[in-house]
C-alpha cells in the first residue's frame, strides 16, 4: 500500500513560480515511475512529467519542457515539480501518482493508466 499527499499548489502571476511536492509513504521501492499530473474541470487529466524512482530518467510533456523540472529526494521519499515561468494554462489540480510494476527501462510514457496510487491533489492557480 502507498500513500501519497502533494503540497505547494498557490497561487501566482503569469511568469511565477512554484515547486510542489509528493510525499510517499509504504512501498517507496525503486525503479517505479511517478508522475504528476494537471486535471481541470471539463477536460481530461493530462500528464505533466514522470520520473524513475532511484534513477536519472525522466519525461516531459511537451508543454511543460525547459519550464518545468520532476526531481526526487529518496532518503525522504519526495519527489519534486519545480514549475518556472507559469502560463495560465498551467493552472489547474496537480495529482502526483506512483505506479507498482518494477520498470526495468525507462519511465517514458505519460499514460495515466500504468499508475495504480493517486494523491489527493494541490491546486495551481495562475493569473494573467
Known amino acids: 500500500q502507498v500513500q501519497l499527499v502533494e503540497s505547494g499548489g498557490g497561487s501566482v502571476q503569469a511568469g511565477g513560480s512554484l515547486r510542489l511536492s509528493c510525499v510517499a509513504s509504504?512501498?517507496?521501492?525503486?525503479?517505479?515511475?511517478m508522475g504528476w499530473f494537471r486535471q481541470v474541470p471539463g477536460k481530461e487529466s493530462a500528464g505533466v512529467a514522470i520520473?524513475?524512482?532511484?534513477?536519472?530518467?525522466?519525461y516531459y510533456a511537451d508543454s511543460v519542457k525547459g519550464r518545468f523540472t520532476i526531481s526526487q529526494d529518496n532518503a525522504k521519499g519526495t519527489v519534486y515539480l519545480q514549475m518556472n515561468s507559469l502560463k495560465p494554462e498551467d493552472a489547474g489540480m496537480y495529482y502526483c501518482?506512483?505506479?507498482?510494476?518494477?520498470?526495468?527501462?525507462?519511465?517514458?510514457?505519460?499514460?495515466?493508466?500504468?499508475?495504480?496510487?493517486w494523491g489527493q491533489g494541490t491546486q495551481v492557480t495562475v493569473s494573467s
Open positions: 509504504g512501498d517507496t521501492s525503486s525503479n517505479r515511475c
Open positions: 501518482a506512483r505506479s507498482t510494476r518494477l520498470i526495468s527501462g525507462n519511465c517514458d510514457t505519460l499514460q495515466p493508466t500504468i499508475f495504480d496510487y
Open positions: 520520473i524513475k524512482i532511484g534513477a536519472l530518467n525522466t
